[in-house]
């Protein structure tokens, strides 16, 4: 065990040093650091097979979920909504329409029916927050195109989910999918997992008032967002309380994500009273200071924004431990994950590899050009010109979840070793590829970026 946290522990220090010095996004000097951990170091086993390894994701998803989540506004979301909705469910859903008419041409030699395709393509189709994040907090970026990407790299995850659960091995299983059934199912699991997400995170807001240690705050926000994870993925056990033989159950992720968001929201609501009310003090201040006899006065006024003060530090504390906490766990995930990739298996399926990466490509960035033509129609969707499409389009970088998605087919399952192939190859493709391409594209285009950005602050 200990050699596993040095080995944790030196493989983020470097990727760290390789990011500041290099500037290189840390989640590709992870993986390669991850892989060069496993061949220097064998013995130490993090995950020993896929099944363990989709253990340890689910570990650790609920705490990259919630960090990723704290970069999210209420009110960038609610000015954002039409735009979001189509990137991480009117685009998923296209793109699954797209797969299914072209499954038969990209891979009609394995006979694939249409839940094996619906399954296949959405694991690919969920991307990574935590890469996109990572890239974009290096450049200054117009805040609605960080808001347009870090926001679908989050839903979109959900809806991926739903897709592959509800309708993808629910047809694999025998399932009778109709569009009725669809559209019920799609509601019910998202109306009930967003509306799980309030409560939990309302319980979490009452909890937050009554205490103002940091490291309580921290565990308050935690609590929140894996148990909302937690309550989303084993609702069942609750309707089985009330209803005999009750299968209900809701996106752990949509769950998480709106419980955190909806703490944050009181969170940074907090912060800019607080901005607002130092401002208001400090003027308060300058005018007692100016009258004689004001030293009670004063010293009121520099009691309550020292109040302010500490209240705001506690807020901005708590997020950056929170992700001091989702870089740890980002770096076990890609640990783990070197130890399971199989190079034989992916050499063996390479072509099958390299035929869905340019497929998914090639559709994600239809779907791209799609969003930039209607946001360009309407005023209730922000523009998005070609060097947003671009950004939009290798955001697209894909991460633990599909390994998730992957341990839930079951083994009888003729095409298996295919599908983890494909999943595995793609994750370390996109991760790349994707990331080096928008890597050069930022870097492009970085002086009118930041044009953009200050013209958003004017």
């Not at 906490?325 to 199989?342: S, Y």
């Not at 779907?367 to 930039?372: L, T």
């Not at 998605?405 to 009888?412: A, G, H, T």
Request: proline share 2%; with cysteine.
């Amino acid at each position: 065990m200990i050699e596993m946290v040095l080995a944790v522990a030196v493989i983020l220090y470097l990727s760290l040093q390789i990011e500041d010095r290099l500037k290189i996004p840390s989640p590709l000097s992870l993986i390669a650091l991850s892989f060069v951990a496993h061949l220097a170091m064998p013995e130490i086993e993090f995950a020993s097979d896929a099944e363990n390894f989709a253990a340890i994701v689910l570990l650790l998803l609920p705490v990259l979920l919630i960090a990723d989540s704290l970069e999210l506004r209420l009110d960038d979301l609610k000015e954002h909504a039409l735009s979001l909705f189509y990137l991480a469910v009117v685009a998923v859903a296209l793109s699954v329409l797209a797969a299914i008419m072209l499954g038969d041409w990209l891979f009609g030699q394995y006979n694939l029916t249409v839940p094996a395709i619906i399954v296949l393509f959405a694991m690919v189709l969920a991307t990574d927050p935590v890469s996109v994040v990572s890239i974009f907090s290096k450049f200054e970026l117009p805040h609605r195109l960080k808001i347009l990407a870090e926001g679908e790299s989050l839903f979109n995850d959900a809806t991926a989910l739903i897709v592959f659960v509800f309708v993808g091995l629910y047809a694999l299983e025998g399932g009778e999918i109709t569009g009725e059934y669809i559209v019920r199912t799609s509601l019910v699991v998202a109306g009930g997992s967003a509306l799980l997400g309030i409560v939990i995170g309302g319980l979490g807001l009452f909890a937050l008032k009554t205490t103002t240690n940091r490291i309580a705050e921290m565990m308050i926000v935690i609590l929140v967002g894996y148990g909302a994870f937690y309550l989303a993925e084993h609702f069942y056990v609750l309707m089985n309380l009330l209803v005999e033989h009750s299968h209900l159950h809701f996106s752990g992720i949509l769950a998480c994500i709106v419980a955190t968001v909806t703490v944050h929201h009181w969170m940074t609501q907090a912060i800019d009273e607080g901005d607002l009310e130092m401002a208001r003090e400090q003027r308060d201040l300058e005018a007692a200071s100016a009258a004689a006899g004001s030293g009670k006065m004063i010293s009121g006024l520099l009691a309550r924004i020292k109040v302010t003060w500490d209240e705001k530090q506690r807020h901005l504390r708590t997020q950056e431990d929170i992700q001091l906490l989702a870089l740890v766990a980002n770096t076990i995930l890609f640990v783990a994950m070197a130890e399971i990739v199989d190079f034989s298996l992916l050499l063996h399926y390479s072509r099958e590899i390299l035929v869905m990466f340019i497929a998914t490509t090639i559709i994600r960035a239809l779907m791209m050009a799609k969003f930039a033509f209607i946001t360009n129609q309407t005023d209730k969707m922000t523009n998005v010109n070609f060097r947003w499409w671009g950004v939009l389009t290798f955001a697209g970088i894909k991460g633990g979840l599909s390994i998730v998605m992957l341990s839930m087919i079951p083994d009888s399952f003729p095409h298996l070793d295919m599908f983890k192939a494909v999943v595995i190859g793609v994750i370390i493709l996109s991760t790349f590829v994707y990331a080096l391409i928008l890597l050069a594209l930022i870097s492009m285009n970085r002086e009118v970026f930041r044009k953009e950005k200050e013209a958003e602050a004017h």
